[in-house]
């Protein structure tokens, strides 16, 4: 092929792409999929694998706008492979040019998961089978990539994860995560997050708070990467809020909305007007078109008309399998149903959508369908979550506005229903209920006694399943022998007995969970030996059984949330603990297991969340509280960690670390003589351990420039090997280092010796951050900024003598070591420059001469000063060690 034919083709693909991006900017996605189709079938006849995959992410992100989210899953699907797999790339282009390739990896890698999410979660339901694990998949996605901006999406995706688990305080939590996003980039989304907010408070009845977030919504439109998209959206919600708030003249401030054809003939100012696409062409638009104008016909009180409009997307939704668009049309045709007095008919329509949202487990769903045909609720057509305090649809009995989203149908989701027959909640005198308690006193006196909980055992293991006759009894029995049983010698013997006593309540919830709790923990004492008789899979089983036959125990679902953790499916963990603590907000247990998920997957912010939501609600467990404080340093809410801490000190006084944390997030928020002071309590509840304090004090010291008293401090500081230092990390070391290094240069200046002191010592120890060799850097000017730097990563071997037993940079753990192996990251124009550099740097470390062991080239052609970028963490070798180090520095 000649290269003008070569050009004809770049060209032609080039065409069909910027005519897919007007026709996107239009929202004429029907044509715009149709054109983008054209191109994937252009460039795989071509093998341009680049332009393919760039009309394939058309595809994938604009198929559910035309209400077919299965194509944009499969779509989704493939380019995941392309992208993942270089080899499969290859064979759709053996000639594959690198760059762009390594290029296009990085923008659509993250775009392609969140869209596999997004587009199964609406086919499947978003609170089905693996959509938690998605979130934290995605935003793991986004960090290997680099790609940060895109975390943005999945906190939207987890939106409505978390609507559908019912959980709208934690929905909530996510819309304004999205909100506050301080870097929105070029693809400003805050305006997703301001919507769906409004929708969040709108479907709780919130309906003052809701019309504030419609102004905000409205505004950030202007900025979203679709403005035009956004304002049609907006709008819509608009008409329903306005409606619903008894309000419809607010939408005269907006500009009117016109059809395609009513805009084909307008001629006025275009800012006035919001033209719709045609009909055919945006039918998700549509869809939301003909929600918020029945809504108006129920406002006017013709339910007709409002069925007529809404009943055709009935059938089309669940033809086209858009299950989560579904559940809401079909909920809103029950609640006309019901407004109308048409209770059997509503029933009738309730039947199939129960099913469907059980299967899906949106919990949502089911409390609003609930909600629909309790006769002593108010309805609305909206089918909402909660009472409105204003409007057409005002619940007259409800004299205060909700300030706060709260649970509000007690009874039936938050009681712990452990009897079949329904009991009330009191405790009952049962058969065995002396017995039983009895057995908890004494494994209580136990004092963990071997022998004691041995007898205890042998008492309870002679209790005859056959004798149970009362459920409380079966579940009180099943969770004490948990306890007691804590060696493999009659873990069988137990496993059987609790077989035989299920099989007396083979469809209970509570006891299902109790005896999947009971067969994971014998698996655990009894070291592997009854892995084949109590399986994995039955364990799984049995614990999803437990939570289909009872969606209300908070107990349960906080078993079987606690196992999956256990088992590291971070994805079933989360759905099953956010439940159970949706149903129970006061519980530190679930507080504290669904904050550990959210650790576990680097989203403490989240932790944060859960955690302040406990402590709201009442939770005075000190544990929950100090999870909060740490979790609330960590991400910088500097003065949440300080009200985290007051709410420790109330339930637990005088303990150690506390006022050091404090003292810490007081130094951040520039408040020293207070740091100082909480110092001082340090000192007197924690007497024995004082470097900490002491590095924390000359940070105080030099931040309130107090010269003389912070030169003395930190001669202490300097004075005390670190190998003395037994109860920090290196991590922790690190922390309290960069700011005491801070501190000493906005005090003393750079050229101070006690700068250089503390600077030494910290290359010394392998603990110099980032920031320390940025200030060594000169910065890019117009003069230099025409130089490009290359990364390298350059690897160095310290030899170590007998001045490393005495050495003031040797770590707790690292005194054995005879060399050790340290990389540095390092901007030069070539490997030679990168290595002086280096090895420069490595003579501050240890006196004696250092080997330079290799450089990797890690990326070229960076607008940026040369010099040193990092010091990593170093290997240490001990005496007949190869390269492999068991004191390497976490």
């Not at 929950?624 to 709410?647: F, K, P």
């Amino acid at each position: 092929m000649s290269d003008s034919e070569f050009e004809d083709i770049d060209e032609k693909l080039q065409e069909l792409n910027q005519e897919v991006s007007d026709l996107s900017e239009r929202c004429h996605y029907r044509t715009m999929l149709r054109v983008a189709n054209e191109a994937k079938r252009l460039a795989r006849v071509e093998q341009r694998l680049m332009p393919y995959m760039t009309a394939s992410f058309h595809v994938m992100n604009d198929s559910r706008n035309i209400l077919q989210p299965a194509v944009g899953r499969d779509v989704a699907i493939e380019l995941i492979t392309l992208l993942e797999s270089e080899d499969r790339a290859r064979l759709f282009q053996p000639n594959l040019p690198e760059d762009e390739y390594q290029r296009t990896k990085w923008w659509l890698t993250a775009c392609s998961y969140d869209n596999l999410a997004v587009n199964t979660a609406e086919s499947n339901g978003y609170n089905s089978d693996g959509m938690h694990q998605c979130i934290t998949d995605g935003i793991q996605v986004c960090r290997r990539t680099g790609k940060m901006q895109c975390i943005s999406c999945f906190r939207e995706y987890a939106t409505d994860v978390y609507i559908a688990a019912d959980d709208l305080d934690m929905a909530l939590h996510h819309a304004r995560v999205g909100i506050n996003n301080k870097d929105p980039g070029p693809h400003d989304r805050r305006h997703v997050g301001a919507k769906d907010s409004m929708r969040i408070l709108m479907a709780n009845g919130q309906v003052e708070a809701a019309l504030e977030m419609l102004d905000l919504s409205w505004k950030l439109s202007e900025v979203y990467h679709s403005p035009y998209a956004g304002r049609l959206d907006t709008y819509l919600r608009a008409v329903e809020l306005c409606h619903l708030a008894g309000c419809p003249e607010k939408l005269d401030a907006l500009p009117k909305l016109l059809s395609f054809e009513e805009g084909e003939v307008y001629d006025g100012p275009d800012d006035a007007v919001i033209i719709e696409p045609p009909r055919d062409e945006f039918p998700a638009h549509f869809l939301d078109h003909d929600l918020a104008y029945a809504f108006v016909e129920n406002c006017r009180g013709d339910h007709d008309a409002a069925i007529a409009m809404i009943q055709p997307w009935d059938v089309l939704l669940r033809e086209q399998k858009c299950t989560t668009k579904w559940f809401e049309v079909r909920l809103r045709l029950v609640a006309i149903a019901r407004l109308t007095d048409k209770m059997p008919r509503a029933q009738a329509l309730a039947r199939p959508l129960q099913e469907a949202a059980q299967q899906a487990r949106d919990w949502v769903t089911l409390r609003r369908l609930e909600r629909i045909l309790d006769e002593s609720i108010p309805v609305t057509p909206l089918a909402l979550c909660g009472p409105v305090t204003i409007g057409p649809f005002a619940d007259k009995t409800t004299v205060t506005p909700v300030v706060a989203i709260a649970d509000d149908v007690a009874a039936v989701e938050n009681v712990i229903e452990e009897q079949e027959a329904g009991e009330d909640s009191e405790a009952v005198a049962t058969p065995l209920g002396e017995a039983i308690q009895e057995f908890y006193g004494r494994m209580i006196q136990s004092g963990g006694e071997p022998d004691v909980l041995a007898a205890i055992l042998n008492d309870i293991l002679a209790v005859s399943p056959d004798t149970v006759t009362h459920l409380e009894d079966a579940s009180q029995l099943m969770h004490v022998v948990r306890f007691v049983n804590i060696d493999e010698s009659r873990a069988t013997e137990t496993w059987h007995w609790s077989e035989a006593l299920t099989k007396r309540f083979p469809q209970n919830a509570a006891v299902l969970s109790m005896q999947a709790a009971l067969g994971n923990h014998l698996r655990g004492v009894s070291d592997g030996a009854l892995d084949e008789l109590i399986t994995t899979d039955r364990l799984w089983k049995q614990f999803r059984e437990s939570l289909d036959l009872d969606t209300n125990s908070s107990d349960n679902f906080a078993r079987a949330g606690s196992y999956y953790l256990e088992e590291e499916d971070y994805g079933e963990a989360e759905r099953c603990l956010a439940r159970g603590f949706r149903l129970n907000r006061s519980s530190g247990h679930l507080a504290l297991r669904l904050s550990e998920v959210y650790t576990r997957t680097d989203r403490p912010r989240d932790a944060v969340a859960v955690l302040d939501m406990a402590l709201r609600e009442g939770c005075d467990d000190p544990d929950v509280a100090w999870e909060a404080a740490m979790n609330a340093i960590h991400t910088e809410q500097y003065e949440a960690t300080l009200t985290y801490l007051d709410r420790y000190d109330a339930l637990l006084p005088e303990q150690p670390w506390s006022n050091y944390y404090r003292a810490s997030a007081l130094l951040e928020l520039h408040r020293p003589a207070e740091s100082l002071a909480a110092l001082v309590l340090e000192m007197q509840f924690n007497p024995d351990l004082t470097y900490h304090v002491l590095v924390l004090r000359a940070s105080a010291l030099a931040a309130l420039n107090e010269i003389d008293a912070f030169r003395k401090e930190l001669g202490e500081v300097l004075a005390m090997p670190l190998s003395e230092v037994t109860y920090l990390t290196a991590n922790g070391l690190q922390k309290m280092f960069v700011r005491l290094w801070q501190s000493t240069r906005e005090c003393v200046g750079q050229d101070d010796q006690s700068l250089v002191q503390l600077e030494t010592r910290l290359l010394e120890s392998g603990l110099a951050p980032n920031e320390l060799f940025a200030v060594y850097r000169q910065p890019v000017t117009e003069e230099n900024s025409q130089n490009k730097v290359n990364f390298y990563r350059c690897m160095v071997h310290q030899p170590l003598d007998e001045r490393w037993l005495s050495f003031g940079g040797q770590l707790a753990g690292e005194e054995d070591w005879t060399a050790y192996d340290i990389p540095w990251g390092v901007l030069a124009h070539d490997e030679t420059e990168a290595g002086q550099m280096a090895m420069q740097w490595q003579q501050r470390c240890f006196p004696l001469a250092a080997e330079l062991l290799g450089i990797e080239e890690e990326g070229t052609d960076y607008t940026d000063a040369a010099g040193v970028v990092w010091q990593g963490y170093r290997e240490g070798i001990q005496p007949d060690s190869d390269d492999e180090d068991e004191s390497e520095i976490e």
